[in-house]
């Protein structure tokens, strides 16, 4: 088995080994990849976080050692900072928020034989929270995200991947789509029984699941449509008070995050957001 790393800061996932294909997901800097199939400078992956495939120009990827595959799933912190510069000897990678730092030891980071300094905030493993108020910073942070099929950053994200991305950040792992995001958690039978966190599902009317967000607190939800937004969120679904209507049926809503009185927010639950490792603080 051969494996890789992205090495640009966002790396497009096809459909089929081409540019001009359907880009079904995205790479962020540091993620890591298994490469089942060459064909000229495309490479068939599968992604190690979410077990998505796709193809990836050859280019965009940094070989790795089954050795140094499994130390960067054991030690790597990720970004929380929007767009934060990673210092080379002689450029900069502008890492969007939810790149993956291999290695790093609060200063630096490696990807193969180059090194990189970060002065950014990060969160490392030990720092992962699991509580509903983290989640929902987080997912504030992508606020104004312009929609983009298959995107997974802050230039450009869809349902899916807002909810990948800020449960990736909190530490959980979730699948990259919404129809398979619908088969984990813990499902809650009534609105009132909500919290915020919770994924919201919703159908097109077939029964097929099409569209997730985040419960925010006072009914509300923070989803990608058009871009990343806040509207009302009740019993029948999403209403967008621009369009005064309904916009999204709601199907089911679950949980992956602990029940609120028994959430458990870090083994150190003095940490603050602005006492993440690396410099500034996250939320103002």
Request: hydrophobic share 40%.
């Amino acid at each position: 088995m051969e494996y890789a790393a992205c090495q640009v800061a966002i790396a497009p996932l096809r459909a089929h080994p081409s540019d001009k294909s359907e880009m079904v997901s995205q790479l962020l800097f540091g993620e890591t990849v298994e490469i089942q199939e060459s064909k000229d400078n495309w490479r068939h992956v599968v992604c190690a976080w979410d077990g998505y495939t796709g193809w990836v120009d050859a280019k965009q990827l940094k070989r790795l050692t089954p050795s140094e595959f499994d130390d960067y799933a054991e030690h790597q912190a990720v970004n929380l900072s929007l767009v934060e510069g990673l210092m080379a000897a002689d450029h900069f990678i502008p890492l969007t928020l939810g790149a993956v730092l291999p290695r790093y030891d609060g200063l630096r980071c490696s990807l193969g034989e180059q090194t990189f300094q970060f002065s950014g905030p990060v969160v490392t493993p030990g720092q992962q929270r699991l509580g509903s108020e983290w989640v929902v910073k987080i997912a504030r942070r992508y606020l104004h995200a312009p929609y983009l099929w298959g995107g997974r950053s802050p230039f450009g994200i869809d349902g899916a991947g807002l909810t990948q991305m800020v449960f990736k950040i909190a530490g959980i792992r979730l699948l990259r789509d919404a129809a398979q995001q619908v088969t984990q958690g813990r499902p809650i039978d009534f609105m009132e029984q909500c919290q915020s966190g919770d994924l919201a599902f919703f159908d097109n009317g077939k029964g097929h699941i099409t569209h997730v967000g985040i419960i925010l607190p006072d009914c509300h939800i923070i989803h990608a449509s058009g871009k990343v937004r806040v509207d009302k969120l009740d019993h029948f679904g999403i209403f967008n008070k621009e369009l005064d209507r309904y916009t999204h049926q709601l199907r089911i809503v679950k949980r992956l995050l602990p029940d609120e009185p028994d959430a458990v927010v870090s083994e150190n639950e003095d940490v603050k957001a602005d006492e993440l490792t690396g410099q500034g603080a996250l939320f103002g």
